[in-house]
């Protein structure tokens, strides 16, 4: 079936470094993809999105390029923030799924000064 | 601008007790989510609905039930609570299925001992 494989953390960067947070998928479709934001003690928020193949997804300095010859949907920002501190989650969905999200197990970034 | 409404935000259960877990939204979304989320292992579906009158299980129902008698309600019940259903519950809500993203409440984080 339809699935989600994420980068483990958790990851530790300083300030201002450059960020990667891998993310493939398994689908027998066109998935659309999703990375969501989780910060300490709240729900998840969405990030950014792509629907179809070629598609960037971008939002508050973060991007996400859905590449299909990859199965890639990787997450990046060039100078992260402690205010990036968070869990972030790659999930996709489609027509195979019934329209239903599939998570990723989650990435933690901390951010230190 | 209220979203999506968890109802407890924490609660302790006895081993077999019964509790329902509230979930409200005020933005006439059709879709509505159940997720569960353990350390290190992502969101897993319990149940969604897709109109008042309508759900269907997602990866993980045992143990819950659900119902869904308007748009704006979408209550979890757990019976004969067990340890193993110790986590943070997430309530979703979407306008569009899979295409348009998920909305999430704040959680509500369980422990049965």
């Known amino acids: 079936g339809d699935s989600v494989t994420q980068m483990e953390g958790p990851v530790t960067l300083s300030e201002e470094a450059f960020l990667t947070i891998n993310c493939t998928y398994t689908a027998t479709g066109y998935p659309s993809l999703f990375w969501y934001v989780q910060y300490p003690g709240e729900g998840l928020q969405l990030l950014l999105k792509?629907?179809?193949?070629?598609d960037k997804g971008s939002n508050k300095g973060f991007e996400a390029t859905y590449r299909k010859e990859t199965t890639s949907f990787h997450l990046e920002k060039g100078s992260v923030q402690v205010s990036d501190s968070a869990v972030y989650f790659c999930a996709l969905s489609s027509s195979n799924t019934g329209n239903q999200f599939y998570f990723g197990t989650g990435t933690s970034l901390t951010v230190i000064p | 601008n209220a979203g999506v409404t968890q109802t407890p935000k924490f609660r302790i259960l006895k081993i077999g007790q019964s509790m329902t877990l509230q979930c409200a939204q005020d933005m006439n979304h059709n879709y509505m989510y159940w997720y569960r989320q353990d350390p290190g292992m992502g969101l897993k579906l319990i149940y969604y609905?897709?109109?008042?009158?309508?759900?269907d299980k997602g990866e993980v129902p045992n143990g819950y039930n659900v119902s869904r008698s308007t748009t704006e309600d979408f209550p979890l019940r757990l019976e004969l609570a067990a340890p193993s259903q110790t986590s943070v519950y997430f309530c979703a809500s979407s306008l569009e299925g899979g295409k348009a993203p998920l909305h999430f409440g704040n959680g509500t984080r369980l422990t049965v001992t």
């Open positions: 609905s897709v109109g008042a009158g309508i759900t």
């Open positions: 792509a629907t179809k193949a070629d």
